[in-house]
């Protein structure tokens, strides 16, 4: 009967410790990753073994492989989805995951172009307005008649109120400076829009810098105005991402 009961236990304890073998392997996770819509492949998610503290990101079109082990639980997260979530049962050829789209809702950003009032003035005396086309008068010509007769310097026959309201407002400084007021309220307005775009934070989560590498990188990487107004959320990640590679590049030169 003794014996019996140490060939049961004996037998139990190598299943265990065969399974606690197996639970412990690390193999490679493969998989694709989808929208909600199940069609949009979604590139460039951060991946991480919150178990192994280990991460890679998917490629272009969305597929992803990390090492891994029966158990461990992966999360994923991209700009533009809420995170998801994944435990490991098994090492399913054709695992797919689906994230679910974020709705952002954007604060107002608060822009201080100038750090004090001096520089404020210096650069908007400097301010060059482009020059716009100086406004076409035809004024009526006066006759021999009206001129010997001193019509005109009577006020009869031509008046100047008009043409010289206009010629006032293209070229008095008032005129000017009101033009000077309004380029420079559109300048904030487009770098407020550029800042929402484009941002530490934004920066952060798609190369996973932080502090003194954060602050290098924005200096390598410094995407031009015009095009971060007119690319999407899609076309700004893959230009941080192109940035990276060179920058990681410039770093191990």
Known sequence: MKAKSLLFLLVVFCFLNSQAQENG?????????????????????????????????????????????????????????????????????????????????????????????????????????????????????????????????????????????????????EAKELRKVEAFQQKYKLQKVYDVKYNKDLISKVTGLHGEDLDLFLKFCDLPQQFVLASNEYEIVVAINDCMKDFKKDKKD
């Not at 991480?48 to 998917?58: A, C, D, E, Q, Y």
């Not at 639980?73 to 098994?90: A, N, R, V």
């Open 25 to 173: 392997r690390q193999s490679v996770l493969k998989g694709h990753i989808f929208s909600a819509d199940g069609i949009t492949e979604i590139p460039y998610v951060q991946v991480v073994n919150l178990k192994r503290n280990t991460g890679s990101s998917s490629s272009e079109r969305g597929y992803f492989s990390i090492s891994a082990s029966i158990g461990d639980s992966l999360e994923f997260s991209s700009i533009g989805y809420e995170k998801g979530y994944f435990e490991i049962t098994d090492f399913d050829p054709g695992l797919k995951i689906y994230l679910i789209p974020k709705i952002y809702d954007l604060k107002g950003v608060e822009v201080n172009a100038y750090r004090s009032e001096k520089q404020f003035r210096q650069d908007f005396v400097i301010l060059r307005i482009p020059p716009e086309d100086k406004p076409k008068i035809n004024l009526p010509t006066l006759s021999k008649y009206e001129v010997n007769s001193g019509l005109a310097s009577r006020g009869v026959g031509l008046t100047f109120g008009g043409p010289i309201t206009a010629l006032y407002k293209q070229f008095s400084t």
